[in-house]
């Protein structure tokens, strides 16, 4: 037992010399290595982890805001400007042609002694006018009527005694020809007017000629007197 606890001793002193022995260098060697085996490791990480939460910045975030939808081409201008032009002309013309029918119709009132003056003719958008100038006091009661078949018109100015425009009586009172129609270019579907043969020395009468049947308007203004007649084309 003696020499065996002394063997265990003489052991020990051993070790312990080994321990004691051993260089103080070489042991704050490994310490240091193992730190900054440490110190490599945890700065990789936070490397790591700052490239993923770049990326992850990097991406697309939700926001409030809706996205902002692209606006639809837009057409031409020229195209918008003819579109305009266009709308503008068919609802004046729309409107202007508020009124119009074939039937028999009536404007002014009785008067007597008055003169017509000039006959005035011009096409408008969506129809064409004549107009008759009178030297009076008042519109003189006139009357717009169509034939049977629509193609004459009839303008009956009731006191107007005195015709200064020339136009002499397509007929005679006996149904002869006498004047001459005016004929009216480039303006269908009027073709031509004239006076007719009225036995009412206080009445004149006017025909006016159309290719066809067309809806017509009859109306009249002061300052000066005059009577219209539009008719559709």
């Given at each position: 037992?003696d020499?065996a ?5 003489k ?12 260089s ?8 240091g ?60 013309a729309?409107?202007?042609?508020d ?7 009536k404007?002014?009132r ?6 017509l ?21 008042v ?51 009027i ?43």
């Open positions: 037992m020499q606890r002394a063997a265990q001793l052991g020990g002193d051993r070790v312990m010399k080994r321990i004691a022995g051993s103080p260098e070489r042991s704050t060697s490994g310490v290595m193992f730190a900054r085996s440490h110190h490599h490791s945890i700065h990789g990480a936070l490397l790591a982890l700052l490239v993923v939460c770049s990326a992850s910045c990097k991406g697309t975030a939700p926001t409030d805001t809706p996205p902002v939808e692209a606006a639809p081409p837009s057409a031409p201008k020229e195209a918008s400007v003819a579109q305009a032009v266009a709308s503008n002309r068919s609802a004046a729309g409107s202007a042609l009124g119009f029918s074939r039937m028999a119709q404007t002014g009785p008067t007597d002694g008055a003169t003056k000039s006959i005035r003719h011009a096409a408008h958008d969506g129809f064409y006018r004549f107009v008759f100038d009178i030297d009076g006091d519109i003189p009661a006139s009357e717009l009527t169509a034939s049977d078949d629509g193609r004459i018109l009839v303008v009956e100015l009731h006191g107007l005694r005195m015709d200064e425009t020339g136009n002499r009586p397509l007929t005679t009172e006996s149904g002869e020809p006498f004047g001459e129609a005016v004929p009216v270019a480039n303006a269908a579907p073709r031509s007017y004239g006076r007719a043969q009225v036995l009412d020395d206080s009445q004149l009468r006017y025909e006016i000629h159309l290719d066809d049947g067309r809806d017509f308007k009859l109306h009249a203004h002061t300052s000066p007197v005059r009577v219209i007649v539009d008719i559709a084309r």
